[in-house]
């Protein structure tokens, strides 16, 4: 899946992306309130100021992945995968 499928289907009201393969995706500014992102490959992916509030996280990898000014409140992260995610001036 690339980063433009994704989100348009979030777009038209999808929000099951459980395992979705977005490495290095450029997801900058996206809005995934509520999105389901188990198990999802996030590694070296750019979510600079992305919206990730209620997100599903549990078992998602983000090594790597670039998080600055990100809004992560509310979500489930449990086994999430930080292998030195860039989180400075983490929201």
């Known amino acids: 899946m690339t980063a433009q499928q994704l989100l348009e289907e979030y777009d038209a009201g999808e929000r099951d992306f459980s395992e979705a393969n977005l490495s290095e995706a450029d997801l900058s500014g996206a809005n995934f309130s509520g999105a389901n992102l188990h198990g999802a490959n996030l ?40 292998t030195k995610p860039n989180m400075s001036r983490f929201m």
Do not use: E, F, P
């Open 43 to 82: 590694s070296r992916a750019n979510l600079h100021g992305a919206m990730l509030v209620v997100a599903n996280l549990s078992g998602a990898n983000l090594s790597g992945a670039q998080v600055t000014k990100s809004k992560v409140t509310g979500t489930h992260d449990n086994m999430t995968v930080y």
